[in-house]
């Protein structure tokens, strides 16, 4: 009896928290549900977020909103263009969700914590100020310089096919390196070096769907070596920052942000180590260090990746681009950014191809901070909402033809450029916009002068590109192999 008088309050405990936890909130019980099952089946088996607008597409083009049961909440997954619009303008009611609120205790937000992407108000601000200066005047050189050693690289499989995604991923990683951290990550000469090994080996933690979808896996079954993983790269991360920060002592780095020429790493170390006026501390700057690889190369890799094969099969517009690449540029290797700014015909090829494929698929989740009506529905404060991009981008609503690949429909800026989120929008759009633009526009004009690109016959995405599961944070496609011949003309 004494047993039962503890035990039945605890199960009735329990039972109304699992109830309280699955009911669905009033405001959203007329809002289309996607099955928690299909929802789980998907990340399970690896499926992109182009799978996952297949099934959505109808009801998301009708209903604008959907709803389903995510670590431990209804979310919300949007694809209504003013209601997305409204999410990326109005940053007080739709603040960013923290890692750690949607993720608490995982891996994820232990590796990635409190940095400019997932921050708010003032912090985010703080963040943002002291790297903005970072993102100006972009040396293009640098740019140019690591593009014509991947050129180098490649003579030696010319007319043979290459993954593709591999050798735009090393690009990217030694331009980031150069251009942000003054470090070169030598990835174009070291494809397996300590630095990758390290950075990949946490992407593939982090890319576990399972941990992903049920957080509480972490307390359940603890993955101690995933956790030695994230503290080996940190500990790469502090090593660089201890490399810096000896130029600190030495008055280089106060030097070189008095004549704005310093790096983003050597802004942030200064403002961790200004002793008046410490804006950053050592734990953020490793946050903010964590999020920009993700952000500042994988993500233009992926582009990449597809907007050549995108020209590998529209061979009529590989050729225009080329041909504007000559007359634009002539000889010049460095284009200024008024020759860049020339290149219209890319600038659309490249705008069609982040349309067709967006960096990410879904915006960084938001919580509104108060009840919100949309149609017939009154979203109550504290949902979490996904505004997923990959749907807006892929929506009849917004783009005549969406499945198509139409460069020109740039060419004349008819279409709402809210419509058009790659890199989001609004106060939050990209710090790093500019720099992913230019890096895809030197690396084209690389590639196309010297080759042309072709798509093997036996490829696997000769019908459509095959798109991988973005658990990892970033949208690419699956291992993509092209050719590229030599240009004799």
């Known amino acids: 009896m004494n047993f039962l008088i503890v035990i039945l309050p605890l199960i009735f405990f329990i039972a109304f928290k699992i109830y309280h936890t699955i009911k669905v909130p009033e405001g959203l019980k007329n809002v289309p549900t996607l099955s928690f099952f299909k929802f789980l089946y998907a990340f399970l088996v690896q499926d992109g977020p182009d799978k996952r607008w297949e099934r959505l597409r109808e009801i998301l ?10 670590n431990g909440k209804w979310t919300l997954i949007v694809s209504d263009f003013g209601f997305v619009k409204d ?19 995982s891996l994820l937000a232990q590796y990635y914590g409190t940095n400019m992407v997932f921050s708010n ?56 390196g150069k251009v942000s951290f003054g470090f070169d990550f030598n990835n174009l000469e070291e494809p397996k070096n300590i630095y990758v090994n390290a950075y990949n080996e946490v992407i593939e933690e982090l890319s576990k769907p399972l941990y992903f979808i049920f957080t509480f896996l972490e307390y359940l079954f603890p993955r101690p070596e995933a956790f030695k993983k994230v503290a080996k790269l940190n500990s790469l991360y502090d090593e660089l920052v201890e490399k810096k920060s000896k130029l600190m002592k030495t008055g280089e780095i106060e030097k070189k942000i008095n004549d704005n020429t310093a790096d983003l790493l050597e802004r942030m170390i200064y403002a961790c180590n200004d002793p008046e006026n410490q804006t950053l501390t050592s734990e953020e700057l490793r946050y903010d260090m964590a999020i920009f690889m993700l952000a500042g190369h ?16 529209h061979k009529d517009v590989q050729k225009k ?5 000559f007359r634009v540029l002539g000889d010049d290797l460095t284009p200024n950014m008024e020759q860049q700014k020339e ?17 990410i698929a879904s915006l960084p989740r938001r919580i509104n901070s108060q009840d919100i009506k949309f149609r017939n529905h009154v979203i109550p404060a504290r949902t979490p909402i996904l505004a997923f991009i990959y749907g807006v981008h892929h929506s009849s609503k917004n783009w005549e033809d969406p499945e198509k690949f139409i460069p020109e429909r740039f060419q004349n800026e008819k279409h709402d450029n809210h419509a058009w989120l790659s890199f989001g929008g609004g106060s939050r759009l990209c710090i790093g916009i ?27 995405h000769k019908d459509n590109l095959q798109i991988a599961s973005d658990t990892s944070g970033t949208m690419g496609p699956l291992p993509v192999h092209l050719i590229f011949k030599r240009r004799t003309d």
């Open 61 to 70: 083009d009708k209903e604008g909103i959907v709803k389903v049961w995510f």
């Open 87 to 105: 999410i990326i303008m109005k940053t007080d009611v739709y603040p960013k969700a923290s890692l750690e609120e949607i993720f608490p205790g």
């Open 121 to 176: 108000g003032d912090v985010w601000k703080r963040h943002r100020r002291i790297a903005n200066p970072s993102f100006r005047n972009l040396p293009a050189h640098v740019f140019v310089e690591s593009a014509m050693k991947l050129l180098n690289i490649m003579e030696k499989v010319d007319n043979e096919p290459i993954e593709v995604n591999d050798f735009m991923h090393r690009l990217t990683l030694d331009v980031l």
């Open 298 to 313: 994988d993500t233009t890799a992926n582009s990449l990746s597809t907007i050549l094969y995108l020209l590998a099969i």
């Open 321 to 325: 681009v080329r041909d504007e690449i």
């Open 343 to 359: 290149l219209k015909y890319m600038n659309m090829v490249i705008n069609e191809n982040l349309r067709l494929y967006p960096p």
């Open 434 to 460: 500019n720099f992913s633009l230019m890096e895809q526009r030197i690396t084209l004009c690389a590639l196309l002068r010297k080759y042309e690109v072709s798509l093997p016959a036996d490829s696997i």
